[in-house]
């Protein structure tokens, strides 16, 4: 547009004089007394003289590599005055072993197939340690015969083009390893990789300071000489602690020109001597909560000052330094919350549960004997209503402390929930006699007064204690029978303590009778279902019920399921009388269909030896075509430590119930220790949680964190969420407020015959709000 605009005025002044620019043209041609200063010669070094006023590369090679001409930006770049410096010498000669092989290489194979290659990269270090991309075009030179004799090339630098691409490229792996949740070592190398090779002579480091903020630790420094960054671990932050404790100690960048003159390295310049640095540069990286997180620091050869290109992009790199430290800060707390009581810092049931576990198989190996303690406080809500649940906390602290005093750490103790704490003990203490006067210590260290501010008052215990092998053969059997020592213990008067005692029921029936009897009461029918209702949280539609066995026995009445289904399945008759529990519960859903009600999902439980069981599938099957069900009105229950037990082989059986049209429950989840990659794999319909939670969600910020977290899980995976146990209209009402959309308990309504529950779903029901406040 601007070449326009000027021949515009040009042909404008022409016309104005009364010349056409045709004869303005022609006159200027007829012009011969040019002077001789005036006319262009190409004479002599014309060749030359041009080339060296091109910014590119540009040279001629023989056919032995050796220079045999080259610009003057040639030779600058190698180190050199004048372009005949360079003539006869080899890339070899000129550049580090490795480029000049690479440049060699690359003219071989021009030469061999005598065809040029254009517009390739290639990467070279200079003389003065610079780095350099080239985009360079190479073309063999032929005689007359056809032979190759020699190289033409033509390299422009790219360099600037190339660093952004990599700058990018860089940030772009920063982000991605941040998001998948790569180790933080590896992404703060990546960081400060990045951030290097975007300058000549720098190198990089990432310093975090600790958890008291007094000092930094060595994170990254992937170019630093080791025996540097050993130095520099653990440094105290300060006023004059070179330039990196200094930015954490004033809080802003600090930018040391020259290491060796600068009174903030004054105490460390010796120890800094033998190393090559002459500038350190440091910029502070803080946290959302403004505290410092550590610091980005860069290293130069040179003494100098940072250009402002440098200083944003060290900026930058503190920038997302600090989004990866505090995502793996917050990841962290995360798995310490997830594994750890957030009011005493003790660990919480799951860690419990694992360990005890694993400490129980630990036992089996060595003979040595583990036990569990039960301790609960006495009548711990009237703390509460009296003097706040502020003061309750404190108080629970303080227990938790005092529970850790009296054994100094040599066993594991848990806050188990609520006022209950649990002990892992082992070695000599797990000996019967060691126990009685360990709870013996703990009762009367937590029956010490208590003094918060003005308030002094005393808290008493009882405690429970079981041992393996003697007691239990399983964890799950030991920390029951500890429960059950402990209860026996409040049930004589509270602040006190007691040792699990294997007695037989307080009936003349010993097992051995009871297993007979439930034999026979299989067959004869002494067995029924009760129904219990599961709500639709938002409809107040009932949309489902478990099926709950009773056993009518003819001398002992009515016995609850933990009554006879361990005695089960320990023998083996849990698979008929599994086989008929399933029966049942499909025939009376179907029958309930039948009489026109609101159609419903049942939900039986399968047990661990049924799981096993190769007959199971078959045996739905069956039931399934024997009562007319429809597949998707019937629900399995399974156990999530049943699951873990073999994960694969769960996997493959579910598959086969779900193509059969099944649904799938894990019962009481929450209460095992799956992984959430193991949770993925399982093809489930719905996540129920253990009614352990739902008990204390009125006063326990933690089981309602682990509620919320449950419900926000199940609904991330596309499960229906079941809250079991839900017993008051505050826990409906905090379950509503977290979008859970199921819930059972006796809130809504206790096990129930199969007659009561057909006139429930009869009716017209209200919303759930309105039935039950």
């Known amino acids: 547009m601007a070449q326009e605009n000027s021949l515009t005025a040009a042909q404008a002044g022409l016309l104005t004089s009364g010349k056409t620019l045709a004869e303005e043209l022609e006159r200027i041609n007829q012009l011969d007394h040019l002077s001789k200063d005036d006319q262009l010669h190409l004479s002599g070094d014309w060749v030359q003289t041009l080339v060296n006023h091109v910014s590119d590369y540009v040279y001629v090679k023989d ?77 063999p030179v032929l005689n007359d015969q056809n032979e190759v004799v ?29 998001a998948n949740a790569k180790p933080l070592q590896d992404v703060l190398e990546t960081l400060v990789l990045t951030i290097e090779s975007q300058m000549d002579g720098v190198v990089g480091s990432v310093m975090l300071v600790t958890q008291n903020g007094k000092n930094l630790q060595a994170a990254v420094a992937p170019n630093l000489p080791s025996e540097y960054v050993d130095l520099c671990d653990g440094l105290p932050v300060g006023p004059k602690v070179g330039s990196c404790g200094t930015a954490v100690y004033r809080r802003e960048s600090v930018f040391v020109e020259n290491i060796h003159e600068d009174e903030l390295w004054e105490d460390f310049r010796e120890a800094v001597s033998r190393f090559e640095m002459r500038s ?41 330094a600090s989004i990866a430290v505090e995502r793996e800060r917050a990841e962290k707390e995360i798995r310490f919350l997830a594994s750890h009581d957030v009011l005493t810092g003790l660990p919480n049931r799951h860690d419990f549960k694992a360990k005890l576990a694993e400490k129980i198989e630990c036992s089996r190996k060595t003979g040595d004997p583990v036990a569990v303690l039960f301790v609960d406080l006495d009548n711990f809500k009237f703390v509460n209503d009296s003097f706040g649940h502020a003061i309750g906390d404190r108080v629970l602290t303080i227990v938790a402390e005092r529970i850790l005093s009296v054994h100094d750490r040599r066993h594991q103790s848990i806050r188990f929930g609520g006022d209950e704490f649990v002990l892992i003990v082992e070695g000599e203490d797990a000996d019967k006699p060691a126990l009685i006067d360990l709870m013996a210590r703990l009762k009367n260290e937590i029956t010490k007064t208590i003094r918060i ?42 602040d006190g303590y007691k040792v699990f005692e294997n007695t037989r029921p307080g009936t003349s029936v010993n097992r051995l009778t009871l297993l007979e009897d439930m034999r026979s009461g299989i067959a004869k029918g002494e067995f029924h279902l009760k129904y219990q209702p599961q709500y639709d949280l938002f409809t107040g539609r009932i949309v489902g019920a478990e099926a709950l066995a009773r056993w009518q026995h003819p001398v002992l009445g009515e016995l609850m399921p933990e009554q006879f289904i361990p005695l089960a399945e320990d023998s083996g008759l849990i698979v008929p009388l599994g086989r008929w529990v399933l029966f049942e519960a499909c025939r009376q859903n179907r029958e309930w269909q039948r009489e026109g009600l609101v159609p419903i999902t049942i939900g039986v439980n399968v047990s661990a030896r049924q799981f096993r069981d190769v007959g199971l599938i078959t045996d739905v099957r069956e039931t399934l075509g024997r009562t007319g069900l429809a597949a998707n009105y019937l629900e399995l229950e399974v156990t ?30 929450g209460t095992g ?48 969420v079941v809250a079991e146990g839900v017993e008051t209209a505050k826990q409906q009402a905090f379950l509503a407020s977290c979008k859970c959309e199921t819930v059972q308990g006796f809130h809504f309504g206790r096990p129930m015959s199969a007659e009561k529950l057909g006139k429930l779903l009869g009716m017209s029901l209200a919303p759930i709000s309105a039935q039950f406040g």
Request: with cysteine; proline share 2%.
């Open 280 to 320: 350190c540069w440091s910029v502070p990286f803080f946290g959302k909560d403004t505290q410092v997180l550590g610091t980005f620091g860069l290293y130069s050869n040179e003494v100098r000052s940072p250009t402002e290109h440098e200083k944003k992009l060290a900026v930058e790199a503190a920038r997302l």
């Open 150 to 178: 020699g190289i033409v090339g033509i390299s422009r630098d790219i360099t600037e083009r190339k660093k952004s691409d990599l700058l990018q490229q860089g940030q772009n792996k920063v982000l991605q390893e941040i």
């Open 453 to 494: 501010g003005d308030l002094s008052f005393h808290v008493t215990c009882s405690i429970g204690a079981a041992c393996h092998p003697l007691d239990a053969e399983n964890a799950e059997q030991l920390l029951k029978n500890a429960d059950k020592a402990m209860f026996e213990a409040k049930s004589q008067g509270r």
């Open 63 to 139: 056919r032995r590599h050796r220079f045999v001409a080259a610009n003057h930006q040639v030779a600058f770049d190698l180190g050199f005055h004048e372009p005949t410096q360079v003539i006869g010498k080899t890339d070899i000669e000129l550049h580090l072993p490795d480029t000049g092989s690479k440049f060699a290489a690359a003219e071989v194979a021009i030469m061999a197939s005598k065809e040029a290659s254009i517009d390739y990269e290639e990467k070279l270090i200079l003389a003065n340690g610079k780095r350099r991309w080239l985009s360079s075009s190479k073309f």
């Open 640 to 669: 999530e430590s049943l699951l873990m037990q073999n994960a694969d082989q769960a996997v493959r059986l579910m598959d086969d119930f779900r193509k059969i049209g099944l649904k799938l429950a894990i019962d009481d989840f």
């Open 673 to 720: 220790f799956s992984s959430l990659i193991a949770l993925k794999s399982f093809p489930l319909t719905r996540l129920k949680i253990d009614q352990s939670f739902i008990r204390d969600l009125e006063t326990d910020e933690n089981d309602r964190s682990i509620a919320r977290a449950i419900i926000s899980l199940g609904r991330e995976l596309g499960l229906n």
